[in-house]
């Protein structure tokens, strides 16, 4: 939110906005989210741009909402005309605002980056966060083997799978240490409750954050599972 | 083959406990994912092509009665047969009965996915025919009697260690006693066995990449030549393809040729490829001097049409298993039938039924590398969320899955409650574990918590919570 | 059955919720399968014929075979050269094709020379290609009277004779010259499109040539 301002939006949360439905979307349930989608669709009217700092969020506004209204022509139009406006949070930064709209932030450290994959795949974010984390001061990124492979986080796979998500973010979690990073930053919520959830399991001291709250200068907070200080 | 897809979760802790298998698997992921990205850098017009693939089966699939009608025509014009086969029992039947008609002793079987899918192996073995599987990685397969793990690679799960005890026990009594340890020597002594086979071998059975409609050729793709000694030596060639591999011209063939080997193993073109037509012709010194096309259907048709057309496209590379990291984890053998992986969770549960396959197409993140990765651009994803749609309509769905998602929905659908909800539990959950920053046991998150800790929320409650609090403040100023 | 075959198309036009296709529908697909549209093209199929045999050379040894370029007169000696350079018996299967008798072979007094088909106890084969691809070095090869298939999967050593003026940009280029010469849908019993030697991964995703097909190929590309 911070990031936005700066960069001069005016930012609203409206009170009525809750989950983007993608739960019961994934799980089969189709009537659900439509039902969550149009009570989102209404929520979002009237605004110039929706952004979520979450790139499966973003997807699911922008790419799967329209085909949940095939036989509505009405909703439909109004679900279009969302997508159009949807962004996930850093590729709004960058392709909408232009990147020198974001002040430069400090993070003392060395970081690596997480493709999510609805942002990655669905949206295009690849280039985006690695472009606004260059112009960090004191943070240098190593990129790990393959940042794009899948964390294993997976909505509700990575509880009616467990042991399949667990083989998947040990992975990661190995190839988040190869690269000698103490910061691990994504910009999908999802993936960074698991991949810290892992990370804390193992006893690794990589710190992981959202990438925003690197960008916003905000890297002085605890970090995701982290205890508070003092 | 019979199916275990009923018992994916077993299969899976099997998979996970496998040191082999593990090992193997962590070669395939690096390997065929690196291969594919490279050769598809090295032709510009890769993306193009992928395209054009897709909108060429496309064309095909909206057309497909003719498409196979002009293909019979042509087959026959040269005299050659076509046999059309509505089911997995009517295939078996018809090859059987080609097989006795020259009273076939043994028949030399190139790879044939097609061939797995309707159990073509074990109905010839009880007729008295046998079936040698000629390809590499099938022969050692049939050789341990187990079934393909992977669609172009069958016994990528074993290592060379396991190859050599399989041939020891099986090629002893052949006079080869010596235990192999290196790679090409297993390659040979194959070769050598696999030799002789093929020239006693009465009928040839191969499948095919393709049909093509204009020229009635029956095209192969291969790396070791196997399919072109099965289809040239023995005095009778036998095709098993299902409908959809059939395709309008030899230009289309060019280019779904150009994605395929690519998304395959990243090679510029597999070693062998070859367009079969017809029976020899009188004047030819060899070939096969009959021919025979069986097409199967086997469901596909009522695919057609539905919202799952799409899988109809799938021209069978493996992209999408070799880039997919459930794959990666748990191998072929975990998904329990003949396809595996992506595309498996898609077509499994057609050919053998949702229920029975019903883990399948949940058993994905919707990571979406599938269809990043596939050259006719399946969306993969989609297709497995409209089987968890069917499911959830059938009431398939586990009974905690759907009161969990009950329950989340109705309050979903109540921002207010909602919102009040998270709040609560957020700073309940912040109570107990802000001093730690985590959880590593938490109730109703045993699938969480068993391999990883859930992070406490940073400290400002909820995003509602904090949004709240700086609105009042910014009214108040 | 011809019931199975009502079954299965039936099924399909259910589907697809139409009839047998007809009318303007069916003139489309017709005139699709009477001039077939090309893909995207290539750029790398594209090129001057002297690049296009620089570039099938390239790919071809790229791939595990081994190209010499030799001029028609070289042909015969360039065979019997290859087999002592490779410690290999002078004796070869060779197809019986006009391509190649015109070659003088009367030179070579120590190859002895086997025309016909391929025998499991053949170690060499030396045949023509119909056309060579530059896109991806691959050898093709028509059957026919002159050209058993057998020789191409036999031996354990494939030597190709190919001449510069037969090889062409892409797939495109061969199925043009398939058509030109046995008619626009009459192909021969088998077309093999050959890229290297045989090979497989089966084992450990490593790749082992001289799986099933040949251990070598050799390619003689031939300037007149």
């Given at each position: 939110?911070?990031?936005?301002?700066?960069?001069?939006?005016?930012?609203?949360?409206?009170?009525?906005?809750?989950?983007?439905?993608?739960?019961?979307?994934?799980?089969?349930?189709?009537?659900?989210?439509?039902?969550?989608?149009?009570?989102?669709?209404?929520?979002?009217?009237?605004?110039?741009?929706?952004?979520?700092?979450?790139?499966?969020?973003?997807?699911?506004?922008?790419?799967?909402?329209?085909?949940?209204?095939?036989?509505?022509?009405?909703?439909?139009?109004?679900?279009?005309?969302?997508?159009?406006?949807?962004?996930?949070?850093?590729?709004?930064?960058?392709?909408?605002?232009?990147?020198?709209?974001?002040?430069?932030?400090?993070?003392?450290?060395?970081?690596?980056?997480?493709?999510?994959?609805?942002?990655?795949?669905?949206?295009?974010?690849?280039?985006?966060?690695?472009?606004?984390?260059?112009?960090?001061?004191?943070?240098?990124?190593?990129?790990?083997?393959?940042?794009?492979?899948?964390?294993?986080?997976?909505?509700?796979?990575?509880?009616?799978?467990?042991?399949?998500?667990?083989?998947?973010?040990?992975?990661?979690?190995?190839?988040?240490?190869?690269?000698?990073?103490?910061?691990?930053?994504?910009?999908?919520?999802?993936?960074?409750?698991?991949?810290?959830?892992?990370?804390?399991?193992?006893?690794?001291?990589?710190?992981?954050?959202?990438?925003?709250?690197?960008?916003?200068?905000?890297?002085?907070?605890?970090?995701?599972?982290?205890?508070?200080?003092? | 083959?019979?199916?275990?897809?009923?018992?994916?979760?077993?299969?899976?802790?099997?998979?996970?406990?496998?040191?082999?298998?593990?090992?193997?698997?962590?070669?395939?992921?690096?390997?065929?994912?690196?291969?594919?990205?490279?050769?598809?850098?090295r032709l510009p017009e890769f993306e193009a092509l992928r395209d054009r693939a897709r909108d060429i089966k496309n064309h095909t699939l909206a057309n497909l009665d003719f498409y196979l009608e002009e293909f019979e025509r042509k087959v026959i014009g040269l005299g050659g047969h076509v046999h059309w086969a509505p089911t997995a029992a009517d295939a078996r039947r018809i090859i059987a009965e080609l097989c006795q008609?020259?009273?076939?002793?043994?028949?030399?079987?190139?790879?044939?996915?097609?061939?797995?899918?309707?159990?073509?192996?074990?109905?010839?073995?009880?007729?008295?025919?046998?079936?040698?599987?000629?390809?590499?990685?099938?022969?050692?397969?049939?050789?341990?009697?187990?079934?393909?793990?992977?669609?172009?690679?069958?016994?990528?799960?074993?290592?060379?260690?396991?190859?050599?005890?399989?041939?020891?026990?099986?090629?002893?009594?052949?006079?080869?006693?010596?235990?192999?340890?290196?790679?090409?020597?297993?390659?040979?002594?194959?070769?050598?066995?696999?030799?002789?086979?093929?020239?006693?071998?009465?009928?040839?059975?191969?499948?095919?990449?393709?049909?093509?409609?204009?020229?009635?050729?029956?095209?192969?793709?291969?790396?070791?030549?196997?399919?072109?000694?099965?289809?040239?030596?023995?005095?009778?060639?036998?095709?098993?393809?299902?409908?959809?591999?059939?395709?309008?011209?030899?230009?289309?063939?060019?280019?779904?040729?150009?994605?395929?080997?690519?998304?395959?193993?990243?090679?510029?073109?597999?070693?062998?490829?070859?367009?079969?037509?017809?029976?020899?012709?009188?004047?030819?010194?060899?070939?096969?001097?009959?021919?025979?096309?069986?097409?199967?259907?086997?469901?596909?048709?009522?695919?057609?049409?539905?919202?799952?057309?799409?899988?109809?496209?799938?021209?069978?590379?493996?992209?999408?298993?070799?880039?997919?990291?459930?794959?990666?984890?748990?191998?072929?053998?975990?998904?329990?039938?003949?396809?595996?992986?992506?595309?498996?969770?898609?077509?499994?549960?057609?050919?053998?039924?949702?229920?029975?396959?019903?883990?399948?197409?949940?058993?994905?993140?919707?990571?979406?590398?599938?269809?990043?990765?596939?050259?006719?651009?399946?969306?993969?994803?989609?297709?497995?969320?409209?089987?968890?749609?069917?499911?959830?309509?059938?009431?398939?769905?586990?009974?905690?899955?759907?009161?969990?998602?009950?329950?989340?929905?109705?309050?979903?659908?109540?921002?207010?409650?909602?919102?009040?909800?998270?709040?609560?539990?957020?700073?309940?959950?912040?109570?107990?574990?802000?001093?730690?920053?985590?959880?590593?046991?938490?109730?109703?998150?045993?699938?969480?918590?068993?391999?990883?800790?859930?992070?406490?929320?940073?400290?400002?409650?909820?995003?509602?919570?904090?949004?709240?609090?700086?609105?009042?403040?910014?009214?108040?100023? | 059955?011809?019931?199975?075959?009502?079954?299965?198309?039936?099924?399909?036009?259910?589907?697809?919720?139409?009839?047998?296709?007809?009318?303007?529908?069916?003139?489309?697909?017709?005139?699709?399968?009477?001039?077939?549209?090309?893909?995207?093209?290539?750029?790398?199929?594209?090129?001057?014929?002297?690049?296009?045999?620089?570039?099938?050379?390239?790919?071809?040894?790229?791939?595990?075979?081994?190209?010499?370029?030799?001029?028609?007169?070289?042909?015969?000696?360039?065979v019997t050269a290859y087999l002592m350079r490779n410690n290999l018996p002078a004796s070869v299967a060779m197809a019986p094709s006009p391509l190649l008798e015109g070659y003088d072979w009367s030179s070579q007094q120590m190859l002895s020379i086997r025309r016909g088909r391929g025998e499991g106890s053949d170690q060499v084969s030396v045949t023509g290609a119909f056309a060579g691809i530059a896109e991806t070095g691959?050898?093709?090869?028509?059957s026919g009277p002159d050209h058993p298939v057998s020789l191409n999967l036999l031996p354990d050593t494939h030597v190709v004779v190919l001449r510069e003026a037969d090889i062409v940009g892409g797939y495109e280029d061969v199925w043009g010259r398939l058509r030109a010469r046995y008619g626009k849908d009459r192909m021969p019993r088998t077309v093999n499109t050959i890229t290297g030697p045989s090979r497989t991964g089966?084992?450990?995703?490593?790749?082992?040539?001289?799986?099933?097909?040949?251990?070598?190929?050799?390619?003689?590309?031939?300037?007149?």
């Amino acid at each position: 939110m911070k990031l936005l301002e700066q960069a001069g939006c005016t930012v609203e949360v409206p009170p009525v906005q809750v989950c983007c439905g993608q739960p019961a979307y994934n799980s089969g349930d189709r009537a659900t989210t439509r039902a969550i989608a149009s009570q989102v669709i209404d929520a979002f009217e009237g605004y110039d741009a929706v952004v979520a700092p979450s790139g499966s969020c973003g997807g699911m506004l922008s790419h799967h909402y329209p085909g949940l209204f095939d036989d509505d022509p009405a909703m439909k139009a109004r679900a279009e005309n969302l997508a159009g406006r949807s962004h996930e949070l850093m590729s709004f930064l960058v392709d909408v605002l232009g990147e020198k709209k974001v002040a430069a932030a400090r993070y003392d450290g060395v970081a690596t980056y997480h493709d999510s994959c609805s942002g990655l795949r669905e949206l295009g974010v690849k280039e985006q966060p690695r472009r606004l984390l260059d112009s960090v001061q004191g943070l240098s990124l190593h990129e790990m083997k393959t940042p794009e492979v899948c964390c294993g986080f997976g909505g509700t796979f990575c509880v009616k799978y467990p042991e399949i998500s667990n083989a998947m973010v040990s992975e990661k979690s190995a190839d988040i240490a190869a690269t000698g990073a103490d910061t691990l930053l994504a910009g999908d919520l999802g993936c960074l409750m698991n991949m810290a959830g892992k990370l804390q399991r193992e006893g690794s001291a990589v710190r992981v954050r959202h990438v925003a709250e690197v960008l916003a200068g905000m890297g002085d907070l605890p970090a995701i599972g982290e205890p508070e200080r003092g | 083959m019979e199916s275990t897809a009923h018992a994916f979760k077993t299969n899976v802790d099997h998979a996970l406990a496998d040191p082999n298998l593990q090992d193997s698997l962590a070669k395939l992921k690096v390997g065929f994912s690196e291969r594919r990205r490279q050769a598809a850098e090295r032709l510009p017009e890769f993306e193009a092509l992928r395209d054009r693939a897709r909108d060429i089966k496309n064309h095909t699939l909206a057309n497909l009665d003719f498409y196979l009608e002009e293909f019979e025509r042509k087959v026959i014009g040269l005299g050659g047969h076509v046999h059309w086969a509505p089911t997995a029992a009517d295939a078996r039947r018809i090859i059987a009965e080609l097989c006795q008609s020259v009273g076939a002793r043994t028949v030399a079987k190139s790879k044939s996915m097609v061939a797995e899918e309707i159990a073509l192996n074990e109905h010839l073995e009880a007729l008295g025919i046998a079936p040698i599987e000629t390809d590499l990685g099938e022969y050692i397969i049939q050789l341990r009697n187990e079934p393909p793990s992977h669609i172009i690679a069958p016994a990528v799960h074993l290592t060379k260690d396991q190859v050599a005890d399989t041939f020891l026990e099986h090629h002893s009594k052949l006079g080869f006693d010596k235990r192999l340890t290196e790679r090409n020597d297993l390659v040979a002594e194959a070769r050598y066995v696999l030799r002789q086979k093929f020239l006693d071998a009465d009928v040839g059975l191969t499948g095919a990449n393709f049909l093509v409609a204009e020229t009635g050729s029956s095209m192969l793709v291969t790396n070791e030549g196997n399919a072109d000694l099965s289809n040239t030596l023995p005095k009778m060639h036998i095709v098993l393809a299902s409908i959809e591999k059939v395709i309008p011209t030899l230009e289309d063939a060019a280019v779904l040729l150009r994605v395929l080997a690519r998304s395959a193993t990243g090679q510029e073109s597999s070693a062998y490829t070859t367009l079969n037509t017809g029976p020899k012709r009188a004047e030819d010194l060899d070939g096969p001097s009959q021919y025979h096309v069986v097409l199967l259907d086997n469901g596909r048709s009522g695919v057609l049409g539905t919202e799952m057309q799409d899988i109809l496209r799938c021209i069978r590379c493996g992209a999408c298993m070799n880039h997919c990291p459930v794959y990666g984890a748990v191998g072929g053998h975990a998904y329990g039938w003949v396809y595996p992986g992506p595309m498996g969770a898609v077509l499994t549960p057609q050919l053998v039924g949702v229920e029975e396959a019903s883990n399948l197409p949940n058993a994905s993140t919707f990571c979406g590398r599938c269809e990043s990765v596939c050259p006719v651009r399946i969306p993969l994803p989609k297709l497995m969320r409209h089987w968890r749609e069917r499911e959830f309509e059938k009431h398939l769905t586990p009974r905690g899955v759907r009161q969990g998602l009950a329950l989340w929905s109705f309050l979903a659908r109540r921002p207010a409650l909602y919102r009040g909800l998270t709040s609560i539990a957020n700073r309940v959950l912040a109570l107990f574990g802000r001093a730690d920053g985590r959880y590593s046991a938490l109730p109703l998150a045993g699938g969480w918590t068993r391999f990883r800790d859930f992070p406490a929320p940073q400290p400002g409650g909820t995003f509602h919570a904090q949004w709240k609090g700086k609105e009042g403040k910014r009214k108040r100023a | 059955m011809s019931s199975d075959r009502s079954q299965i198309l039936n099924g399909i036009r259910r589907s697809l919720q139409r009839g047998e296709l007809s009318g303007a529908a069916r003139q489309a697909v017709e005139s699709r399968l009477a001039t077939p549209p090309r893909g995207p093209s290539v750029a790398r199929a594209q090129l001057p014929q002297a690049e296009k045999v620089a570039l099938f050379c390239q790919w071809a040894e790229t791939l595990n075979a081994t190209v010499a370029r030799v001029g028609s007169a070289e042909v015969p000696g360039e065979v019997t050269a290859y087999l002592m350079r490779n410690n290999l018996p002078a004796s070869v299967a060779m197809a019986p094709s006009p391509l190649l008798e015109g070659y003088d072979w009367s030179s070579q007094q120590m190859l002895s020379i086997r025309r016909g088909r391929g025998e499991g106890s053949d170690q060499v084969s030396v045949t023509g290609a119909f056309a060579g691809i530059a896109e991806t070095g691959t050898v093709v090869m028509a059957s026919g009277p002159d050209h058993p298939v057998s020789l191409n999967l036999l031996p354990d050593t494939h030597v190709v004779v190919l001449r510069e003026a037969d090889i062409v940009g892409g797939y495109e280029d061969v199925w043009g010259r398939l058509r030109a010469r046995y008619g626009k849908d009459r192909m021969p019993r088998t077309v093999n499109t050959i890229t290297g030697p045989s090979r497989t991964g089966d084992i450990e995703q490593a790749m082992e040539l001289g799986a099933h097909g040949p251990r070598r190929m050799h390619i003689l590309v031939v300037h007149e």
